[in-house]
């Protein structure tokens, strides 16, 4: 079955700092990548996405590249800020799946000013 | 985008009872899903809400547990009955359908974080 694996967490980082928050996949057939995002006591907030191999997704100084030949979709930003404290889920869906998601297990970042 | 609310936010309850969580949407949607997210780990899919008729749910979920109905294609509602400590988690709504953000595969609401003494 389809699967999401990230990083283990959590993640403590100074203000500025680079961020990189690693996620590979497996899935049959050609998935569509997706970074959520969720802040305290919110819900999840799409971040970006990519729907197809090389697509890079961004929104608000993130990005994320679908690496088809290396099942990735590594989330970067290349100065964190103290309001991107949240938890982030790598997610993925296949087409024909229903519109159902597989998350991965999250990470929480704290950005410490 | 679509408003989704769900009611209560927060709770805490006794182990034994159920609790009833609601789903509002301000537009008709095709489809609802329920989630649960335990402590420190990741969403995990309960079931496909469908509207009319009985619930779609993921293994190692059943009906008697985890009750859900769907009315109409607004509102959805999801029981945890006879609650025990292992329940407590957040529990999400999502909902695909049209007029909504078509980049995004589901919009959620903001949970209910449910804690079982």
């Known amino acids: 079955g389809d699967s999401v694996t990230q990083m283990e967490g959590p993640v403590t980082l100074s203000e500025e700092a680079f961020l990189t928050i690693n996620c590979t996949y497996t899935?049959?057939?050609?998935?569509?990548l997706f970074w959520y995002v969720q802040y305290p006591g919110e819900g999840l907030q799409l971040l970006l996405k990519?729907?197809?191999?090389?697509d890079k997704g961004s929104n608000k100084g993130f990005e994320a590249t679908y690496r088809k030949e290396t099942t990735s979709f590594h989330l970067e930003k290349g100065s964190v800020q103290v309001s991107d404290s949240a938890v982030y889920f790598c997610?993925?869906?296949?087409?024909?799946?229903?519109?159902?998601?597989?998350f991965g297990k999250g990470i929480t970042l704290s950005v410490r000013p | 985008s679509a408003v989704i609310s769900q009611k209560p936010s927060r709770d805490i309850c006794q182990r034994g009872t159920s609790l009833t969580i609601q789903c509002q949407v301000d537009?008709?949607?095709?489809?609802m899903f329920w989630y649960r997210q335990q402590p420190g780990q990741s969403l995990t899919l309960i079931a496909t809400?469908?509207?009319?008729?009985?619930?779609?749910?993921e293994s190692g979920f059943v009906i008697d547990k985890f009750p859900i109905s769907r009315p109409n294609l607004t509102f959805s509602t999801l029981t945890v009955s006879n609650m025990s400590p292992e329940d407590s988690s957040i529990y999400l709504c999502?909902?695909?359908?049209?007029?909504?953000?078509?980049?995004?595969?589901?919009?959620f609401g903001d949970g209910t974080r449910l804690s079982i003494l």
């Open positions: 997610a993925l869906t296949t087409t024909g799946a229903n519109s159902k998601l597989t």
């Open positions: 537009s008709q949607v095709t489809m």
């Open positions: 990519a729907t197809k191999a090389d």
């Open positions: 999502s909902v695909v359908g049209p007029g909504l953000d078509s980049n995004q595969p589901q919009h």
């Open positions: 899935a049959t057939g050609y998935p569509s």
């Open positions: 809400a469908n509207q009319g008729s009985e619930a779609t749910y």
